[in-house]
């Protein structure tokens, strides 16, 4: 089946740092990708849609500056938290989906980031 | 405006029997509805996707049922394992853009 790839799992930085998560496909292309976030007892917010070759779709409320996102390929697309605050502290998920856009996604096992 | 909504309250069963998950959806008719199961601290994983067309699917233990006049779709799972504690998500298509939008779901804790 479709795996879909996140690393690292947890990352724990310091305040004003930036952290890169990486989200691979790998055993399908991906044109597309999605980041979400998602709080403790909440539900998975999309923070934004990654697209290959182009720039990323971001969400409303969302900071594109602060959350930079690079599609370089079709199997990788990579999330980074620039200057990092603890508020900035959660668990971050990427998915994406083989075939048409009626395919369920396949989600990575998740980032759990904490910004000290 | 659309709206899909899980019982967002816990669900206890006891080990053996079966669950019954329900997802309601107002003011729309979407062509499919698909189920995921999220354990903590992991992303989703896809379970099943019925179509509006097709009024039951199964998979080993699970069923899924979709009822187009009540506008709800049930999700079974049958004989209950603790294993199978995690929350389930019903989630609609994601429109013209294609995201997927999740709710809180509904969280099954299965009792040995």
């Known amino acids: 089946g479709a795996v879909v790839s996140q690393h690292p799992s947890r990352v724990i930085c310091k305040s004003g740092t930036s952290v890169k998560i990486e989200c691979r496909s790998l055993?399908?292309?991906?044109?597309?990708m999605f980041w979400y976030r998602q709080f403790p007892k909440q539900s998975l917010m999309l923070m934004a849609t990654?697209?290959?070759?182009?720039?990323?779709?971001?969400e409303q409320g969302v900071e594109k500056d602060k959350f930079l996102i690079n599609h370089a390929s079709l199997t990788l697309s990579t999330l980074t938290v620039t200057s990092a605050h603890p508020e900035d502290s959660s668990f971050y998920i990427c998915?994406?989906?083989?075939?048409?856009?009626?395919?369920?996604?396949?989600f990575g096992n998740g980032t759990r980031l904490t910004v000290t | 405006s659309q709206k899909i909504e899980q019982n967002s309250e816990a669900l206890n069963i006891q080990e053996g029997k079966t669950a019954t998950l329900t997802c309601n959806y107002t003011?729309?008719?979407?062509?499919?509805l698909q189920w995921y199961r999220q354990d903590p601290g992991r992303g989703p994983v896809f379970l099943l996707l019925i179509r509006e067309n097709e009024k039951e699917k199964r998979k080993e233990r699970l069923k899924v049922t979709f009822d187009t006049t009540l506008k709800q779709s049930l999700f079974h799972i049958t004989a209950s394992q603790p294993a199978d504690s995690a929350t389930y998500l019903c989630?609609?298509?994601?429109?013209?853009?294609?995201?997927?939008?999740f709710g809180t779901g509904t969280l099954l804790a299965v009792q040995p």
């Open positions: 998915s994406a989906r083989p075939g048409n856009s009626n395919s369920p996604l396949h």
């Open positions: 989630v609609p298509p994601g429109g013209a853009t294609n995201k997927l939008i």
């Open positions: 003011n729309y008719s979407p062509a499919y």
């Open positions: 055993d399908f292309q991906a044109t597309t």
């Open positions: 990654s697209n290959e070759g182009s720039k990323a779709t971001y």
